[in-house]
């Protein structure tokens, strides 16, 4: 708690309290989680899209034998001022071990019905990246990138190609080790349009969260 608002969100912000929506309630398991060094703006929750028989994605498309996971990545700028966050879900990337010991990484999908979906978010710049995956005629993203204002969270759906051998959700959580996600802070306040831009770009890194 706090005297106001502020103090009661920099106390859950110290805790690395996750967002509360109906897709991070208590029976959404959160088995990963960080922020970012450069500028203690960021953080990042990844929850597992979770299935009834408790295996990895397999696509309709016959010509398609991957395997996928889906999982949910909340993320949110936790810090108050004039403090801007632009993350690129498209960028996102996950690392895991296969079953040789030998580390890959694949990038998140973003084509076809697998393309990252926003879930819930509170952001006022969510309404470009909202019309590219909302658009029933196209297949690709148009825009990938989300910016967020102090104390604004998003929730994306998105899906990952995993090896051919991790037929159950337990597989990945046992071999999987990081998940990397683009980040771009801002001191500055947002240009009055929608255009995103790096023009006010004041430092860059790719955060990574590890999977305990």
């Given amino acids: 708690g706090g005297k106001n608002w502020k103090d009661a969100f920099r106390s859950l912000s110290s805790c690395n309290r996750i967002p509360k929506s109906r897709f991070t309630n208590s029976r959404k398991i959160v088995f990963a989680k960080g922020g970012t060094a450069i500028s203690d703006a960021f953080r990042l929750w990844v ?18 034998s991957n395997r996928y996971v889906e ?6 700028n936790v810090k108050s001022g004039f403090c801007t966050v632009e993350a690129d879900i498209s960028d996102a990337t996950l690392e895991f ?7 890959y ?18 952001c006022r710049y969510c309404d470009n990246f909202l019309a590219s995956v909302e ?20 929730i994306f759906s998105v899906h990952f190609p995993v090896a051919s051998d991790m037929v159950f959700e ?7 080790l990081t998940i990397s996600v683009p980040v771009q ?4 306040s947002l240009p009055t349009t929608r255009e995103f831009n790096t023009q006010n770009e004041v430092c860059s890194n790719i955060h990574n969260c590890e999977l305990a």
């Fill in 105 to 122: 990484s694949h990038k998140v999908v973003t084509s076809g019905k697998k393309k990252p979906k926003i879930l819930s978010h509170n």
């Fill in 47 to 64: 929850l597992l899209g979770h299935t009834d028989n408790c295996q990895t994605r397999t696509s309709r498309d016959p010509c398609d």
């Fill in 71 to 76: 999982l949910y990545l909340t993320m949110q």
């Fill in 97 to 103: 071990i296969d079953s040789l010991g030998e580390v």
């Fill in 135 to 154: 658009e029933p005629d196209l297949d690709v993203l148009t825009s990938s990138r989300t910016v967020l204002q102090p104390f604004e969270y998003v």
């Fill in 170 to 176: 337990t597989d990945l959580l046992a071999r999987a």
């Fill in 185 to 188: 802070c801002s001191t500055r």
